[in-house]
């Protein structure tokens, strides 16, 4: 059974900074593609970064020089850390494994809600 927990969320003021962290447990986590995902309210859930098991990376165009995603495979833990946060970053952000940035497993953590806000 593999889980995913997501950690690291918050309210932060525009301009600010956050590291996400997911650590993973009951998956192949060195061999996995991992990704962040993003679900604000009356929107659908988007990737917002990948990385593959050979550390190759991939942004979406909206967080492109702010966000840097990042895997620490000793600790099955994949981070997101997130800078210049804009309001409209505010989402719950998701992780998620697969095996390449466009074909994902299909389970879930819990997310973390991030608000970014005056």
């Known amino acids: 059974q593999v889980q995913l927990v997501e950690s690291g969320g918050g309210l932060v003021q525009p301009g600010g900074s956050l590291r996400l962290s997911c650590a993973a447990s009951g998956s192949t986590f060195s061999s996995d593609t991992m990704g962040w995902f993003r679900q604000a309210p009356g929107k659908q859930r988007d990737l917002v970064a990948a990385?593959?098991?050979?550390?190759?990376?991939k942004y979406a165009d909206s967080v492109k020089g702010r966000f840097t995603i990042s895997r620490d495979n000793a600790k099955n833990t994949v981070y997101l850390q997130m800078s210049s946060l804009k309001p409209e970053d505010t989402a719950v952000y998701y992780c998620?494994?697969?095996?390449?940035?466009?074909?994902?497993?299909?389970?879930w953590g819990q997310g973390t809600q991030v608000t970014v806000s005056s």
């Open positions: 990385i593959t098991s050979g550390n190759i990376t």
């Open positions: 998620r494994s697969g095996v390449t940035p466009t074909i994902w497993f299909d389970y």
